[in-house]
């Protein structure tokens, strides 16, 4: 398994500001995801993150409103940008192990847009 | 594009009982994940079943996947309050740049004591 941990856990910001979140793992990892959660509803997957290469962005978001770093293997970084109160959710970052295909999730950050 | 049916969407047992939750796919999956996700907290990876008929254990769950890898089911016996959480199941999908995980919608599991 891995240990990941997200930074911040949770934020209150304005709408119209952005928020970058951290998001570091104790073992390199080829493949990073970022995803977003509404309470009391399933994973939406926002971007796959490869250390080397651009993210790959899921129909429905895109980069300029959800930019993405990979500067190495043990860590990533998700902006939401110019946000509104339709942000509002949990975001989470998870891994996948070289030779594995199982998810391994971090804490999750709980953003509220007012 | 590649959807993942889960069912029901919420169940409620007495401590004692047992319970099921079943995952259908459109297509055949490469593979099917069973996560589950404690109130407040995040999705933890309980099993993965790659094999066409595979059936794995883990204590008072049971996990089968379908002959035709299309379908799978999750189902805990003698149900206890340690087991309240959601369960999602997600089916893996090997095609275009990046393999993703495509999400059931999960059940929801209350026990009451």
């Known amino acids: 398994s891995a240990v990941i941990s997200q930074k911040p856990s949770r934020d209150i910001c304005q709408r119209g500001t952005s928020l970058t979140i951290q998001c570091q793992v104790d073992?390199?990892?080829?493949?990073m995801f970022w995803y977003r959660q509404q309470p009391g509803q399933s994973l939406t997957l926002i971007a796959t993150?490869?250390?080397?290469?651009?993210?790959?962005?899921e129909s429905g978001f895109v980069i300029d409103k959800f930019p993405i770093s990979r500067p190495n293997l043990t860590f990533s970084t998700l902006t939401v940008s110019n946000m509104s109160p339709e942000d509002s959710s949990i975001y989470l970052c998870?891994?996948?192990?070289?030779?594995?295909?199982?998810?391994?999730f971090g804490p999750g950050t709980r953003l509220t847009v007012t | 594009g590649q959807q993942v049916m889960q069912i029901p969407q919420y169940q409620h047992v007495q401590e004692g009982e047992d319970f099921t939750t079943y995952c259908n796919s459109s297509?055949?999956?490469?593979?099917i994940q069973w996560y589950k996700q404690r109130p407040g907290g995040h999705p933890v990876f309980l099993i993965q079943?790659?094999?066409s008929g595979e059936v794995k254990k883990q204590k008072r769950l049971t996990f089968q996947f379908g002959e035709a890898k299309k379908n799978s089911s999750l189902h805990i016996t003698a149900t206890q309050t340690t087991d309240v959480g959601t369960y999602f199941c997600?089916?893996?999908?090997?095609?275009?740049?990046?393999?993703?995980?495509?999400w059931g919608l999960g059940t929801s599991l209350a026990v009451n004591p």
């Open positions: 297509t055949t999956l490469s593979n």
């Open positions: 073992s390199q990892v080829t493949m």
């Open positions: 998870s891994v996948e192990l070289a030779g594995d295909y199982e998810q391994y």
């Open positions: 993150a490869n250390q080397g290469s651009e993210a790959t962005y």
């Open positions: 997600a089916g893996l999908d090997v095609g275009g740049n990046n393999r993703k995980l495509i």
């Open positions: 079943l790659v094999k």
